[in-house]
């Protein structure tokens, strides 16, 4: 039982590792409340390909931040920090032990770390940044953004074009590199003792999960569950449709790929984004890592030990 209401919990590692499984486990046994951190997950409708937890997990388990956004809402991570600590208040207040699951890093971040105080939006600037993308090509503006900051050139993928082009936004806007600002004005998350679980499969392994489920997403529905999204009157424009899974069966539905390569495509970028979490994840030292999958018995087991060694509270 979890006395110690300051502690949380976040459970970090790439696609597929079992963060979800690894969460019912804790939040079962310390009388836990999961707040989620996968921005994919916070858009209604968006469940198959996001893998969110069954319905009957969440009527056993409290679950936050799932389902409270439509699939053209525009959210940032200063406006998730905002309502997941107005949440972690709210657990902590019940004595419950809030834990914070997700593979979304610089949600996360924003949580933890605190954000900076950023300038507005340019809409004329985007536009203008967007069509240069289409005119010159894949890749331009990020090397745009690198002769301005290269250190955040080299954290951003050049495919991710909304957080290029607010990079540059800021640049422009504010007269310096959004680097130099991240390191200003953060207001880290106070009053909580924070310990950060790290999962790492191996990576063979990984790839034959994701590999699986990709698969078993399509089967389940992935295409019909694109479809009824465009039927319910989202363009397809809307950010979700720019995500893994939903890209590669919007393809699909347009006639632009097969069923076949559809999944075969979903399956790769999921590797490659696999590995651009672990990258992001290894780079936090604070991070505890447990080699396997959040759904081994024996590693959930390992975590609670470790759990009960670094808080006596439980």
């Known amino acids: 039982m979890m006395t110690n209401s300051t502690l949380l919990i976040a459970i970090v590692g790439p696609t597929a590792s079992g963060k979800s499984d690894l969460a019912v486990r804790l939040a079962r046994q310390l009388r836990g409340e999961i707040v989620n951190c996968d921005s994919l997950q916070m858009y209604r409708y968006l469940d198959i390909g996001t893998a969110k937890p069954s319905q009957e997990v969440r009527k056993e388990i409290p679950h936050h931040l799932f389902d409270?956004?439509?699939?053209?809402?525009?959210?940032?991570?200063?406006?998730?920090?905002?309502?997941a600590r107005i949440i972690l208040?709210?657990?902590?207040?019940?004595?419950?032990?809030?834990?914070?699951v997700g593979g979304t890093?610089?949600?996360?971040?924003?949580?933890?770390?605190?954000?900076?105080?950023?300038?507005?939006?340019?809409?004329?600037?985007?536009?203008r940044l967007q069509g240069r993308e289409k005119a010159k090509g894949s890749g331009y503006i990020h090397r745009i953004l690198n002769h301005l900051d290269p250190v955040a050139a080299a954290n951003i993928h050049a495919n991710d074009l909304p957080k290029v082009i607010r990079a540059i936004e800021v640049c422009m806007l504010a007269g310096k590199p959004i680097s130099k600002m991240y390191e200003q004005g953060r207001n880290k998350l106070e009053g909580f003792k924070i310990v950060k679980i790290g999962l790492n499969p191996n990576r063979e392994k990984l790839r034959d999960k994701i590999d699986q489920r990709t698969v078993q997403m399509f089967g389940n529905g992935l295409i019909e569950e694109t479809s009824d999204i465009l039927d319910r009157g989202f363009p397809s424009t809307c950010a979700p449709f720019q995500s893994i899974g939903y890209r590669q069966a919007l393809d699909y539905l347009l006639g632009r790929i097969s069923r076949k390569d559809a999944i075969r495509y979903a399956q790769a970028a999921t590797r490659q984004y696999a590995k651009r979490q672990m990258t992001w994840f290894r780079k936090d030292?604070?991070?505890?890592?447990?080699?396997?999958?959040g759904s081994d018995p024996q590693l959930q087991a390992d975590v609670l030990d470790t759990l009960k060694l670094l808080c006596t509270s439980i």
């Open 105 to 127: 890093g610089f949600y996360l971040r924003a949580l933890i770390d605190g954000l900076f105080t950023t300038p507005g939006r340019d809409y004329e600037l985007r536009r």
């Open 89 to 100: 208040g709210e657990i902590s207040t019940r004595s419950n032990l809030p834990i914070v």
């Open 68 to 83: 409270f956004l439509e699939p053209d809402a525009v959210f940032s991570a200063g406006e998730y920090s905002r309502r």
């Open 285 to 293: 030292t604070t991070v505890k890592w447990f080699h396997g999958f």
